[in-house]
């Protein structure tokens, strides 16, 4: 099997496959497309970089505040903060974030790996943003606690279905998974997991990335 650069004709070769017939099973494509490439070398190409809907150029200033988001909570999960970045791909993503966002958050004395401020000499680099970033715990918190919740719902859910149909051995459905950002915005909106009244936001979405 051939490795290294995929070379113009490999390209066209893939396009016009997919184009006429779906990339179906990554595993039986190269033969069938003419290709001396492994599955896995087929579908990477395809997904990050032959893609027709694949968006490229500079990220927008929303783009990267959404990423540094992403990243305290699902760390390098690069597939994950894809999904909520509409037609970036993680491979883009993560090399964005480790050649600008990564040496941009070191730079203002945050610690790109926990997303709190560097303490240097027993004193934090960078305090003034400090309570931006206590805000990433209150978030995990109110995370926790929404997830919870919705696990507390769900077991209600079908005991009551156990005692309507009488039904012995119903297995209560596991929550709904979070959409992270979706519940990030309801509870900035309405803060209902705190009592106080400062606006819930992620650690680094404050600061000015000019």
């Known amino acids: 099997l051939k490795k290294g650069p995929w070379t113009r004709e490999e390209d066209q070769k893939l396009l016009d496959y997919i184009q006429k017939h779906g990339h179906g099973s990554w595993r039986s494509l190269p033969s069938k497309a003419g290709l001396q490439r492994c599955g896995k070398s087929c579908r990477l190409r395809w997904t990050n970089y032959l893609r027709p809907d694949i968006k490229r150029g500079k990220f927008s200033t929303h783009e990267e505040k959404m990423i540094i988001r992403l990243h305290a909570l699902l760390g390098n999960r690069w597939s994950a903060i894809a999904a909520h970045l509409p037609k970036r791909t993680d491979n883009e993503i993560k090399n964005y974030w480790?050649?600008?966002?990564?040496?941009?958050?070191?730079?203002?004395?945050?610690?790109?790996?926990?997303?709190?401020?560097?303490?240097?000499?027993?004193?934090?680099?960078?305090?003034?943003?400090?309570?931006?970033?206590?805000?990433?715990?209150?978030?995990?918190?109110?995370?926790?606690?929404?997830?919870?919740?919705?696990?507390?719902?769900?077991?209600?859910?079908?005991?009551?279905?156990?005692?309507?149909?009488?039904?012995?051995?119903?297995?209560?459905?596991?929550?709904?998974?979070?959409?992270?950002?979706?519940?990030?915005r309801a509870t900035s909106a309405s803060n209902c997991f705190f009592n106080s009244p400062t606006t819930?936001?992620?650690?680094?979405?404050t600061l000015n990335f000019s």
């Not at 919740?149 to 005991?159: F, G, I, N, T, V």
């Not at 819930?200 to 979405?205: R, V």
């Open 98 to 184: 480790n050649t600008r966002l990564k040496k941009r958050l070191t730079r203002m004395g945050i610690d790109p790996a926990t997303h709190k401020p560097k303490i240097v000499n027993g004193h934090q680099s960078n305090p003034k943003h400090a309570a931006n970033i206590n805000h990433m715990a209150q978030w995990e918190t109110a995370r926790l606690e929404a997830e919870a919740r919705l696990a507390r719902e769900s077991k209600l859910r079908s005991c009551r279905l156990l005692n309507h149909n009488g039904i012995a051995h119903a297995q209560p459905q596991p929550p709904p998974c979070l959409d992270v950002l979706r519940v990030w």
């Open 200 to 205: 819930l936001e992620s650690p680094t979405s």
